[in-house]
């Protein structure tokens, strides 16, 4: 029996799932009646979507068909960070929504700070963009993992449980 035993808290996406939720976006857009002549464009480019398209009601309904697609392949809706839509060239809009990863310092510090003081018996460090979480006792660990669930919905980022061991 191991001495101790641990688990990693991220904040991550699969990527192959975006890419496929894409796909099926600009499947649909270009076979919606509504959307088909719009010439609307979807790109996927490091951390970010670009989409360009005709006007500020197609715009939305990309957005929409977006957040549906997504969730339907279990991506959280809080990777998503829409930013203002702006003016394009030929009268058209773009629009990037920039997608988020990884704990950021002062969130992991909150997380870190929660979880001390609740449990005394875990070790808590700050690992780059992730959170280990450390213990003697199983329950313990899943002590945690039940207070960071309860204030995922407090944050803005989705919360991953990894290398539970």
Not at 103 to 127: E, G, M, P, T, Y
Request: glycine letters at 4%.
């Amino acid at each position: 029996m191991p001495a101790s035993y641990s688990f990693d808290v991220v904040s991550d996406f699969d990527r192959q799932e975006l890419v496929n939720t894409i796909d099926q976006v600009q499947r649909e857009v270009s076979q919606r009646y509504d959307l088909k002549d719009s010439n609307t464009e979807l790109n996927l480019v490091d951390e970010e979507i670009i989409i360009h398209t005709a006007s500020d009601m197609t715009l939305k309904a990309v957005v929409d068909i977006v957040l549906q697609k997504a969730t339907k392949r279990n991506l959280s809706l809080k990777i998503f960070d829409f930013q203002d839509p702006e003016a394009s060239s030929g009268n058209r809009l773009k629009q990037v929504v920039l997608l988020k990863k990884g704990l950021a310092q002062d969130v992991a510090k909150k997380l870190s700070k929660s979880i001390r003081d609740q449990l005394k018996k875990v070790n808590v460090a700050i690992q780059g963009n992730s959170l280990r979480v450390t213990g003697k006792s199983k329950d313990d660990l899943q002590l945690a993992i039940e207070i960071l669930r309860k204030q995922e919905d407090g944050l803005e980022i989705p919360l991953q449980f990894e290398n539970y061991r």
